[in-house]
Protein backbone atom coordinates (compact mmCIF):
# COMPACT_ATOMS: atom_id res chain seq x y z
CA UNK A 1 0.00 0.00 0.00
CA UNK A 2 1.48 3.58 -0.81
CA UNK A 3 0.29 7.04 1.00
CA UNK A 4 -0.77 9.39 -1.85
CA UNK A 5 -0.73 12.64 -0.33
CA UNK A 6 -2.71 15.54 -2.07
CA UNK A 7 -2.14 18.74 -1.19
CA UNK A 8 -5.20 21.00 -0.77
CA UNK A 9 -5.33 24.21 -2.18
CA UNK A 10 -6.25 26.04 0.73
CA UNK A 11 -2.95 24.92 2.15
CA UNK A 12 -1.19 26.73 -0.85
CA UNK A 13 -2.63 30.20 0.60
CA UNK A 14 -1.57 29.72 4.54
CA UNK A 15 2.40 30.16 4.56
CA UNK A 16 1.37 33.82 2.39
CA UNK A 17 -0.41 33.91 6.04
CA UNK A 18 1.36 32.61 8.10
CA UNK A 19 4.43 34.66 8.00
CA UNK A 20 8.28 33.82 9.72
CA UNK A 21 8.21 30.99 12.46
CA UNK A 22 10.30 31.40 15.52
CA UNK A 23 12.56 28.43 16.44
CA UNK A 24 10.81 28.16 19.59
CA UNK A 25 7.57 28.51 20.27
CA UNK A 26 6.24 30.45 23.75
CA UNK A 27 5.25 28.00 26.25
CA UNK A 28 2.45 27.91 28.52
CA UNK A 29 2.15 26.50 31.49
CA UNK A 30 -4.03 2.26 24.74
CA UNK A 31 -1.73 1.54 23.00
CA UNK A 32 1.16 3.94 21.72
CA UNK A 33 0.16 5.96 18.42
CA UNK A 34 2.37 5.14 15.80
CA UNK A 35 2.84 6.32 11.88
CA UNK A 36 2.32 4.53 8.91
CA UNK A 37 5.72 5.08 6.48
CA UNK A 38 4.07 4.03 2.73
CA UNK A 39 5.37 0.41 2.89
CA UNK A 40 6.55 -0.14 6.54
CA UNK A 41 5.28 0.56 9.75
CA UNK A 42 7.12 2.11 12.65
CA UNK A 43 6.54 2.81 15.93
CA UNK A 44 6.79 6.32 17.06
CA UNK A 45 8.61 5.73 20.53
CA UNK A 46 5.92 7.21 22.35
CA UNK A 47 5.92 6.25 25.87
CA UNK A 48 3.90 2.91 27.07
CA UNK A 49 1.11 3.00 29.58
CA UNK A 50 2.40 3.89 33.49
CA UNK A 51 0.93 2.69 36.63
CA UNK A 52 -0.95 5.43 37.89
CA UNK A 53 -4.49 4.13 39.34
CA UNK A 54 -7.75 4.96 38.45
CA UNK A 55 -8.27 7.20 41.27
CA UNK A 56 -6.24 9.80 40.13
CA UNK A 57 -5.37 12.95 42.41
CA UNK A 58 -5.83 16.96 41.07
CA UNK A 59 -2.05 16.86 40.35
CA UNK A 60 -3.38 14.15 37.68
CA UNK A 61 -6.62 15.20 36.46
CA UNK A 62 -6.84 18.83 34.85
CA UNK A 63 -9.99 20.36 35.05
CA UNK A 64 -11.08 23.40 32.59
CA UNK A 65 -14.49 24.53 33.19
CA UNK A 66 -15.44 27.48 31.14
CA UNK A 67 -17.68 29.31 33.52
CA UNK A 68 -14.31 29.87 35.87
CA UNK A 69 -12.35 31.21 32.92
CA UNK A 70 -9.32 29.64 34.54
CA UNK A 71 -6.12 27.73 32.21
CA UNK A 72 -5.40 24.12 32.81
CA UNK A 73 -2.23 22.66 32.02
CA UNK A 74 -2.90 21.07 29.49
CA UNK A 75 -5.65 23.60 28.18
CA UNK A 76 -5.82 27.13 27.23
CA UNK A 77 -8.50 29.35 27.81
CA UNK A 78 -7.08 33.04 28.76
CA UNK A 79 -7.59 34.08 32.29
CA UNK A 80 -9.54 37.32 31.10
CA UNK A 81 -10.34 36.78 27.99
CA UNK A 82 -14.57 37.51 27.34
CA UNK A 83 -16.69 34.48 26.33
CA UNK A 84 -19.65 35.91 24.91
CA UNK A 85 -22.85 34.70 25.15
CA UNK A 86 -24.90 32.08 22.82
CA UNK A 87 -22.95 28.73 23.73
CA UNK A 88 -22.57 26.56 26.56
CA UNK A 89 -18.49 25.31 26.93
CA UNK A 90 -17.10 23.00 29.23
CA UNK A 91 -13.23 21.30 28.46
CA UNK A 92 -11.66 18.46 30.33
CA UNK A 93 -8.74 16.99 29.85
CA UNK A 94 -7.34 13.70 32.32
CA UNK A 95 -4.25 11.56 32.37
CA UNK A 96 -6.64 8.62 32.47
CA UNK A 97 -5.34 5.43 34.43
CA UNK A 98 -2.52 4.06 32.92
CA UNK A 99 -0.63 6.71 32.03
CA UNK A 100 2.13 8.84 34.01
CA UNK A 101 2.00 12.21 31.74
CA UNK A 102 -0.69 14.17 29.74
CA UNK A 103 0.42 14.66 26.19
CA UNK A 104 -3.13 15.39 25.25
CA UNK A 105 -3.84 19.35 24.84
CA UNK A 106 -7.51 21.96 24.18
CA UNK A 107 -7.76 25.34 23.40
CA UNK A 108 -10.64 27.18 23.54
CA UNK A 109 -10.33 31.61 22.24
CA UNK A 110 -12.40 34.22 20.93
CA UNK A 111 -10.71 37.74 20.00
CA UNK A 112 -11.36 40.93 22.27
CA UNK A 113 -12.85 43.15 20.00
CA UNK A 114 -16.09 42.50 18.51
CA UNK A 115 -15.06 43.28 14.73
CA UNK A 116 -12.85 40.12 14.96
CA UNK A 117 -15.28 38.37 16.46
CA UNK A 118 -17.61 39.16 13.37
CA UNK A 119 -15.33 38.02 10.94
CA UNK A 120 -13.54 34.95 13.34
CA UNK A 121 -15.93 33.66 15.96
CA UNK A 122 -14.87 31.14 18.14
CA UNK A 123 -12.03 28.80 18.06
CA UNK A 124 -11.60 25.48 19.86
CA UNK A 125 -8.96 22.41 19.19
CA UNK A 126 -8.08 19.40 20.75
CA UNK A 127 -4.56 17.63 19.92
CA UNK A 128 -3.13 14.37 20.72
CA UNK A 129 0.65 13.97 20.95
CA UNK A 130 3.28 11.50 20.44
CA UNK A 131 6.63 10.52 20.28
CA UNK A 132 7.53 9.67 24.01
CA UNK A 133 7.34 11.91 27.24
CA UNK A 134 8.75 14.62 25.97
CA UNK A 135 7.86 14.54 22.55
CA UNK A 136 3.93 14.13 22.41
CA UNK A 137 3.75 16.91 24.97
CA UNK A 138 5.90 19.18 22.72
CA UNK A 139 4.03 18.11 19.64
CA UNK A 140 0.66 18.76 21.08
CA UNK A 141 1.42 21.80 22.72
CA UNK A 142 3.00 23.37 19.97
CA UNK A 143 0.33 22.79 17.57
CA UNK A 144 -2.75 24.26 19.98
CA UNK A 145 -0.23 27.67 21.02
CA UNK A 146 0.77 27.43 17.19
CA UNK A 147 -2.95 27.28 15.77
CA UNK A 148 -4.09 30.49 18.20
CA UNK A 149 -1.62 32.72 17.30
CA UNK A 150 -1.70 32.30 13.44
CA UNK A 151 -5.99 32.14 13.78
CA UNK A 152 -5.84 35.22 16.02
CA UNK A 153 -3.16 37.35 14.08
CA UNK A 154 -4.40 36.47 10.30
CA UNK A 155 -5.43 39.91 9.07
CA UNK A 156 -6.92 38.24 5.77
CA UNK A 157 -8.80 35.05 5.23
CA UNK A 158 -11.89 33.15 5.46
CA UNK A 159 -12.16 30.85 8.51
CA UNK A 160 -11.63 27.94 6.61
CA UNK A 161 -8.79 29.97 5.28
CA UNK A 162 -7.26 30.72 8.55
CA UNK A 163 -7.82 27.51 10.23
CA UNK A 164 -5.54 25.71 7.07
CA UNK A 165 -2.99 28.71 7.31
CA UNK A 166 -2.70 27.55 11.64
CA UNK A 167 -2.41 24.26 11.03
CA UNK A 168 0.45 24.46 7.93
CA UNK A 169 2.20 26.63 10.44
CA UNK A 170 1.60 24.05 13.44
CA UNK A 171 3.50 21.76 11.14
CA UNK A 172 6.05 23.77 10.17
CA UNK A 173 6.93 24.65 13.75
CA UNK A 174 6.81 21.10 14.78
CA UNK A 175 9.05 19.91 12.29
CA UNK A 176 11.47 23.23 12.77
CA UNK A 177 11.59 22.19 16.44
CA UNK A 178 11.91 18.19 15.82
CA UNK A 179 14.78 19.36 13.74
CA UNK A 180 16.64 21.50 16.01
CA UNK A 181 15.94 18.84 19.15
CA UNK A 182 17.44 15.27 17.93
CA UNK A 183 15.97 13.20 20.42
CA UNK A 184 12.63 14.36 20.00
CA UNK A 185 12.82 12.53 16.33
CA UNK A 186 9.31 11.05 15.50
CA UNK A 187 7.12 14.39 17.55
CA UNK A 188 3.89 14.75 15.95
CA UNK A 189 0.12 15.29 17.04
CA UNK A 190 -3.36 15.03 16.00
CA UNK A 191 -5.35 18.59 15.76
CA UNK A 192 -8.93 18.77 15.13
CA UNK A 193 -10.24 22.71 14.99
CA UNK A 194 -13.66 24.14 14.80
CA UNK A 195 -14.17 27.63 14.06
CA UNK A 196 -17.62 28.99 14.88
CA UNK A 197 -18.60 31.89 13.34
CA UNK A 198 -22.22 32.89 14.01
CA UNK A 199 -23.86 29.61 13.25
CA UNK A 200 -21.31 28.36 10.93
CA UNK A 201 -19.28 25.51 11.87
CA UNK A 202 -15.81 25.21 10.16
CA UNK A 203 -13.31 22.75 10.95
CA UNK A 204 -9.61 20.98 10.06
CA UNK A 205 -8.64 17.99 10.82
CA UNK A 206 -5.57 15.62 10.91
CA UNK A 207 -5.23 12.54 12.95
CA UNK A 208 -7.74 10.22 14.59
CA UNK A 209 -9.00 12.96 17.21
CA UNK A 210 -12.43 13.15 16.33
CA UNK A 211 -15.55 15.79 15.92
CA UNK A 212 -18.90 15.18 16.33
CA UNK A 213 -22.03 17.30 15.79
CA UNK A 214 -25.65 16.03 17.55
CA UNK A 215 -28.53 17.47 16.09
CA UNK A 216 -31.95 16.19 17.94
CA UNK A 217 -31.37 12.87 18.86
CA UNK A 218 -28.45 11.98 15.58
CA UNK A 219 -25.34 12.21 16.26
CA UNK A 220 -23.25 12.21 13.15
CA UNK A 221 -19.02 11.76 13.10
CA UNK A 222 -17.51 14.94 10.68
CA UNK A 223 -14.27 13.59 10.73
CA UNK A 224 -12.96 10.62 9.31
CA UNK A 225 -9.74 9.00 11.01
CA UNK A 226 -6.35 9.19 9.23
CA UNK A 227 -5.20 5.52 10.62
CA UNK A 228 -4.20 2.52 8.91
CA UNK A 229 -7.16 0.44 10.32
CA UNK A 230 -9.62 3.66 8.53
CA UNK A 231 -8.19 3.22 5.68
CA UNK A 232 -8.94 -0.57 5.26
CA UNK A 233 -12.51 0.14 6.25
CA UNK A 234 -13.03 2.70 3.59
CA UNK A 235 -11.31 0.62 1.22
CA UNK A 236 -14.00 -2.01 2.41
CA UNK A 237 -11.16 -4.35 3.32
CA UNK A 238 -12.43 -4.34 7.41
CA UNK A 239 -15.43 -3.56 8.52
CA UNK A 240 -16.84 -1.23 11.20
CA UNK A 241 -17.00 -3.48 13.82
CA UNK A 242 -13.51 -5.35 12.84
CA UNK A 243 -12.03 -2.40 12.89
CA UNK A 244 -12.81 -1.17 16.68
CA UNK A 245 -10.55 -4.20 18.05
CA UNK A 246 -8.16 -4.31 15.17
CA UNK A 247 -4.74 -4.32 16.79
CA UNK A 248 -3.33 -1.63 14.59
CA UNK A 249 -5.98 0.47 14.55
CA UNK A 250 -3.61 3.15 16.63
CA UNK A 251 -1.35 3.29 13.53
CA UNK A 252 -2.10 7.12 11.88
CA UNK A 253 -1.36 7.80 8.60
CA UNK A 254 -1.38 11.50 8.60
CA UNK A 255 -0.24 13.87 11.91
CA UNK A 256 1.23 17.16 12.30
CA UNK A 257 4.50 17.37 12.19
CA UNK A 258 4.94 14.07 10.32
CA UNK A 259 5.77 14.17 6.66
CA UNK A 260 6.60 16.93 4.46
CA UNK A 261 3.44 17.81 3.89
CA UNK A 262 -0.33 17.91 5.65
CA UNK A 263 -3.90 17.35 3.60
CA UNK A 264 -6.38 18.70 6.64
CA UNK A 265 -9.77 17.43 5.85
CA UNK A 266 -12.04 19.59 5.60
CA UNK A 267 -16.13 20.58 5.22
CA UNK A 268 -17.22 21.38 1.48
CA UNK A 269 -19.02 24.03 2.84
CA UNK A 270 -19.50 25.13 6.65
CA UNK A 271 -22.10 23.56 8.38
CA UNK A 272 -24.95 25.54 9.75
CA UNK A 273 -26.49 24.72 12.99
CA UNK A 274 -29.51 25.60 14.95
CA UNK A 275 -30.25 26.06 18.84
CA UNK A 276 -29.54 23.21 20.94
CA UNK A 277 -27.34 21.41 18.64
CA UNK A 278 -24.03 20.00 20.14
CA UNK A 279 -20.36 20.01 19.34
CA UNK A 280 -18.19 17.05 20.96
CA UNK A 281 -14.16 17.30 19.81
CA UNK A 282 -12.15 14.31 21.72
CA UNK A 283 -9.47 12.70 21.49
CA UNK A 284 -9.21 8.65 21.34
CA UNK A 285 -8.51 8.27 24.85
CA UNK A 286 -11.73 9.08 25.08
CA UNK A 287 -14.25 7.66 21.83
CA UNK A 288 -12.37 4.25 21.92
CA UNK A 289 -13.81 3.20 24.91
CA UNK A 290 -17.16 4.14 24.68
CA UNK A 291 -20.00 3.82 21.60
CA UNK A 292 -21.10 6.51 19.45
CA UNK A 293 -24.92 5.94 21.65
CA UNK A 294 -22.78 6.62 25.04
CA UNK A 295 -21.66 9.66 23.44
CA UNK A 296 -25.12 10.94 22.23
CA UNK A 297 -27.13 10.07 25.09
CA UNK A 298 -24.08 11.75 27.18
CA UNK A 299 -23.53 15.05 25.50
CA UNK A 300 -26.91 15.70 25.07
CA UNK A 301 -27.41 16.65 29.10
CA UNK A 302 -28.57 19.24 30.12
CA UNK A 303 -25.09 20.83 31.84
CA UNK A 304 -22.36 20.32 29.19
CA UNK A 305 -19.94 20.19 32.38
CA UNK A 306 -21.71 17.20 33.86
CA UNK A 307 -21.14 15.66 30.31
CA UNK A 308 -17.55 16.09 30.34
CA UNK A 309 -17.21 14.34 33.72
CA UNK A 310 -19.72 11.46 33.19
CA UNK A 311 -17.92 10.72 29.70
CA UNK A 312 -14.00 10.89 31.34
CA UNK A 313 -15.39 8.37 34.38
CA UNK A 314 -17.01 5.96 32.26
CA UNK A 315 -13.70 6.33 30.16
CA UNK A 316 -11.64 5.37 33.22
CA UNK A 317 -14.60 2.81 34.59
CA UNK A 318 -13.45 0.79 31.17
CA UNK A 319 -9.41 1.27 31.98
CA UNK A 320 -8.68 4.26 30.77
CA UNK A 321 -5.53 3.10 28.87
CA UNK A 322 -4.78 6.53 27.49
CA UNK A 323 -4.98 10.36 28.03
CA UNK A 324 -8.73 11.47 27.56
CA UNK A 325 -9.58 15.10 26.40
CA UNK A 326 -13.35 16.38 25.50
CA UNK A 327 -14.53 19.84 25.03
CA UNK A 328 -18.59 20.18 24.45
CA UNK A 329 -20.20 23.15 22.92
CA UNK A 330 -23.58 23.44 22.94
CA UNK A 331 -25.05 26.09 20.51
CA UNK A 332 -28.02 28.78 21.20
Known amino acids: MTLAVIVHPLVKVARKLVGPLSSE ?20 SRDQPGSSSAGSDES ?7 ATKKPAQSGIIRTFMQIRPGIQLASLSDVGCQRENNEDRYLYWEPDSDEQFERKGRLAMVADGMGGHEGGQEASRIAVETVEETYAQAEDGDPQTL ?14 YASQ ?9 TATAIALVRDQLYYAHVGDSRLYLLHGDVISRLTHDHSYVGRLVENGILSLQEAEGHPQRHILTAALGAGPEIAPDVP ?3 ISLESG ?3 LLCTDGLWGLLSESELQEAVAAPEVSAACRALVEMAK ?3 GPDNITLQIIRWG
Open 25 to 44: PRRNGREPKDIYDASRIRAS
Open 60 to 66: DREVSLI
Open 163 to 176: LLASFSAAHERILE
Open 181 to 189: HPALHGMGT
Open 268 to 270: EHP
Open 277 to 279: DVI
Open 317 to 319: ERG
